[in-house]
């Protein structure tokens, strides 16, 4: 199993309709095959700058990569991520 996670902050003004938009159409993630517990999250802790958080499981590395090269992966990084995210940090744990 792996748990993909990225905590993140967006470029848009926190409670904006553009910051909305986003976490909203961030749910195509979860339709992509392998994509399984997904969730989205605010971060409420004041220790670290980002704001909120993706996190999903795939059974092994084969589903994962199937999700990275997805087709609608590579168009929400591509169209949303990059000129959206102002900054995040990405973490992918699998069981000891």
Known sequence: M????VAF???HPKS???EQAFLA???VLETIPGVTA???LRQ???KNEFDFGFSMEFADAAAYQGYNDHPDHVAFVRDRWIPEVAAFLEIDYAPL
Request: glycine fraction near 0%; charge should be positive.
């Open 2 to 5: 792996i748990r993909h996670t």
């Open 9 to 11: 902050r967006l470029k």
């Open 16 to 18: 904006s309709p553009a």
């Open 25 to 27: 159409d961030a749910r």
């Open 38 to 40: 997904f969730e989205r």
């Open 44 to 46: 409420v802790s004041p």
